[in-house]
């Protein structure tokens, strides 16, 4: 019983850091989506596909969440000069970005000339579920090779979505993957997602991807 | 503080309850393995393979692991009798499978008349790497379209298991994986782990990996 109510104190404590969190973005009118994906289906190639469109009229920051490594950052860090590392590795949650973490990078942006923060989460279809962020957009990705069963084994993410990238699209002739069955999938666990089948690697369909995003930008 | 020592204590009980299935499986001179992978690896399909291959010479029960869902031990169902589910949902920790979990499944497996039990954990890189369940042989499984970084990013699983599994390598022709560099990278966290490269799909390689696996199977 212990561990479960300090897991709740926990749960707790970081939806009114979030909440905090999401008052800083919005002071600065500044938008932030969460990026989650499993390992591998193309969150640090979406965020480069997704700069490379808007700069430098929209101003992104990105922070970057892994366990270890700086490999993510070190390859958006060629694009974009507003980027923080996060290493989750030895803190309390490893397994996912958490408030607190948020609120410690938000510091060290420049919110007042940013217009757009990209926060790429851990590769985990679990636990960042589990953690509100304090973002406006929660952004899930799949990509074709995972198979469409994904929303029935990991409903929770699928559930929260307010956009759902189908990545991968050009391995769709190689891989079983049926749009269709993945897309009523997710529909049945949550009616309002809105979806962008593309491929990051040839760029097919990563420009409705970009327009609908801007559509979303508030006026600064 | 209180939270570090409750989660230690909980490390230490499961090192305990994953000796004890252990000592389980040596008694019935049943080899273990556990399973482990990113969503969307293949993880059914290679138990599905590996099935296929050693059925009935070799005797084989599945424990299947799952946050929600009942999907994959259907389709193992179909082809062992021996297989139970776990859903993971609601436990405290819900992202992996822990020894407690395979301590209650192992009465309800015929342990008697099995040569060879397959694990399949939750689809998470970074969880199931805490918990030890007792197996004698941890078994992770990167496939071709996840990129050939992920043992930077997800070191602690690879510095762990005996037999890493390139699964997808019918994709290899179309995706950015390089064998070379992947393995390089295992083989500075792990140099005793044994590598496949595979198909799940075609086949292509499962032969060397049944053939490996028999030769770990204690006489009985």
Known sequence: MRKIEIVQGILDANEATAAGNRAVFDQHRCLAANIMSAPGAGKTSFILRTIERLSPHIRI???????????????????VSAVVQINTKGMPESCALVADMIHAALKRLPLDNLDLVLIENVGNLLCPAEFDLGEHLKVVITSTPEGDDKPLKYPVIFAQADVVVINKSDLLPYVDFDID??????????????????????????????AWLRSQQPVK
């Open 181 to 210: 069955k993945f897309t009523r999938a997710v529909r049945n666990l949550n009616p309002r997602a809105v979806f962008f089948p593309l491929s990051c690697k040839t760029g097919s369909g990563v420009d409705e991807w970009v």
């Open 61 to 79: 920051g990105v922070i970057e969440g892994d366990v270890v490594s700086t490999v993510d950052a070190e390859k958006v860090g060629d694009i």
